[in-house]
């Protein structure tokens, strides 16, 4: 069987780096904690999360900056 993932560790460097604390995230811009815990453990999210994330960051900021890609691999 083949799989991908797509990894948002980065996103959580990218914010400390900006000063953006997960208690703001849910606090000032509305993102659900379920959300946050789903990004945490690398779980599925829309693009409407990612949208919101990208919008928190700034101008300057891309899908880049919040997640990295792993290609299919063949699951052992």
Known sequence: ??????KYDKLFKT???NNISQYSLY???GI???Q?????????VTTHTLNM????LGE???LDDIAE????KERE
Request: proline content about 3%; overall charge positive; glycine content about 2%.
């Open 27 to 29: 606090t000032h811009y």
């Open 60 to 62: 300057g900021f891309s």
């Open 15 to 17: 914010l400390k780096e």
């Open 69 to 72: 890609f792993t290609p299919d």
């Open 36 to 44: 946050i815990q789903r990004l945490k453990e690398n779980q599925s």
């Open 1 to 6: 069987m083949l799989y991908s993932m797509i």
């Open 32 to 34: 659900s904690r379920s």
């Open 53 to 56: 994330m990208l919008n928190i």
